[in-house]
């Protein structure tokens, strides 16, 4: 898979209170960029990739500190289309001891939401692409959002360019006028070679009932059994998708997580390491970090499917460490976390 990365989506302004503060506590919030497919472009450009990403920001200087944030970490942004009156933003509540973290959107009206059908040119766009990566998240935002998406992942398909998608259901999302999440994610779906979700994201896709992921510490041993029925039902389904992976997190307090990870690649069933991770710093963009870790190695290792499924949970776990939405990890540090050297002081 030689060639460049798409994604498409919505940046948006997350504000956080400092200090595990509520959002009605205090004065002052900090600020940084996030949005699933703009981390997953991040990532995969901290891992040398040649990546593009696609959006719509306002015309002024709030959209321009946006993309600057992107080009700062080497991302392409040339075709990132300007206009409507403002960035989305969305306002984050950190987790502490017994209480859980909070997320409250602003991004109605944003530039992203009032998107029209036919604002981008993909033809210039997917020029030497090698992937396009989209997600349930950009499906959600609006009928044109999803119209758009959908013209974008068809003309991909037509062009020989692999596709792939995070499912990404959002519940709050899914409100304008004949939304309907799972038709829009299984028609997105049917299109992806590579198909990633936790758990509750592919129930919602597919209707089957998930399988638990009970561990509590790295000795848990999974249903391989179950997991064989369970990804055979689901290739009915999606016959086109080469690999659907599943993200696992069983979370033991707020900060206190255990992750992994399970791939089905052509009739084969691989199972990660499984990480107990404790404390969490920042547990927004994990599956965003997953999914361009898994990109990235299946560009440099191609078929070595338990190199390639192992390199990714391990910077999903990585993430988990790293303050922000995206995961600003290099592949030496995510290879040196698959041994026992993760952690040392590096000299």
């Known amino acids: 898979m030689n060639g460049k990365i798409i994604t498409f989506g919505e940046i948006m302004l997350r504000l956080s209170k400092p200090e595990h503060y509520r959002i009605m506590q205090g004065n002052t919030f900090n600020g940084n960029y996030g949005g699933s497919e703009a981390n997953v472009a991040v990532s995969l450009s901290m891992l040398g990739d040649d990546v593009e990403y696609v959006t719509r920001v306002p015309d002024n200087a709030v959209g321009e500190a946006a993309l600057m944030h992107l080009r700062q970490y080497g991302l392409n942004v040339k075709h990132v289309v300007r206009g409507g009156k403002r960035l989305g933003t969305y306002y984050f509540e950190a987790s502490a001891a017994m209480r859980g973290s909070k997320v409250v959107y602003d991004r109605d009206e944003s530039s992203f939401n009032t998107l029209q059908y036919g604002d981008i040119d993909w033809e210039p766009i997917f020029k030497d692409a090698a992937l396009f990566h989209c997600s349930g998240i950009t499906c959600a935002t609006s009928q044109a959002a999803l119209d758009t998406t959908m013209d974008a992942v068809r003309m991909a398909f037509e062009r020989g360019i692999e596709l792939t998608c995070d499912i990404n259901y959002r519940g709050n999302l899914w409100k304008y006028p004949g939304a309907n ?166 000299r």
């Open 181 to 346: 999440a799972q038709k829009a994610l299984q028609d997105l779906m049917q299109y992806s070679s590579f198909i990633f979700g936790d758990q509750n994201e592919w129930y919602v896709a597919s209707g089957l009932k998930p399988i638990p992921f009970t561990a509590l510490d790295e000795s848990y041993q999974f249903d391989l059994d179950a997991y064989e029925e369970y990804f055979a039902k689901l290739h009915e389904m999606f016959p086109r998708c080469k690999r659907m992976l599943i993200a696992h997190r069983n979370q033991l307090s707020f900060q206190h997580h255990v992750n992994a990870g399970v791939l089905w690649s052509e009739g084969k069933i691989y199972t990660s390491r499984i990480y107990d991770i404790n404390p969490i710093v920042d547990q927004m963009g994990v599956g965003d970090a997953w999914v361009a870790a898994f990109m990235h190695a299946r560009k440099k290792w191609g078929d070595d499917d338990q190199r390639c499924l192992e390199f990714s949970v391990s910077a999903s776990a990585l993430k988990n460490t790293v303050a922000g939405d995206q995961n600003l990890v290099t592949e030496e540090e995510i290879l040196s976390n698959m041994t026992s050297f993760g952690g040392r002081i590096q």
